[in-house]
């Protein structure tokens, strides 16, 4: 069974960085493509970064590209999400998710097109 964990968010001030991480199991999530979304309240999940399982290719939300990172590390089943340069606006839950070991591996934007999910981490950028 997959199981996916985020962990490392926070309350920052503007400007000021976070790192989220995502650990997960139970499943061959090493060669799927990984992405992450957020969640603001009253808002519908919206992409933020995905990246292939190789690591050698991503894609960004415009909002964040320039101020937001994403890695893996496929050896300890993780990835990551680098946060600079935080703004208020980034405040939301921060899902990771994965797509299916059967699926396509496109570096896809649409969180339908993503299998599993990890329950979310709360950022909040004070201003």
């Known amino acids: 069974q997959v199981q996916m964990v985020e962990s490392g968010g926070g309350l920052e001030q503007a400007g000021g960085s976070l790192r989220l991480s995502c650990a997960h199991s139970?499943?061959?999530?090493?060669?799927?493509?990984m992405g992450w979304f957020r969640q603001a309240p009253g808002n519908e999940r919206e992409f933020v970064a995905t990246?292939?399982?190789?690591?050698?290719?991503?894609r960004y939300a415009n909002s964040v590209r320039g101020r937001f990172t994403v890695s893996r590390d496929n050896a300890a089943n993780i990835m990551y999400l680098q946060m600079n340069d935080l703004k208020p606006e980034d405040t939301a839950i921060y899902y990771c998710?994965?797509?299916?070991?059967?699926?396509?591996?496109?570096?896809?934007?649409?969180?339908?097109?993503?299998?599993?999910w990890g329950q979310g981490t709360q950022v909040t950028v004070s201003s």
């Open positions: 998710a994965a797509r299916s070991n059967t699926g396509s591996a496109d570096l896809a934007m649409a969180a339908s097109s993503y299998a599993y």
């Open positions: 139970g499943g061959s999530l090493s060669r799927v493509t």
């Open positions: 990246i292939t399982w190789s690591g050698s290719s991503a």
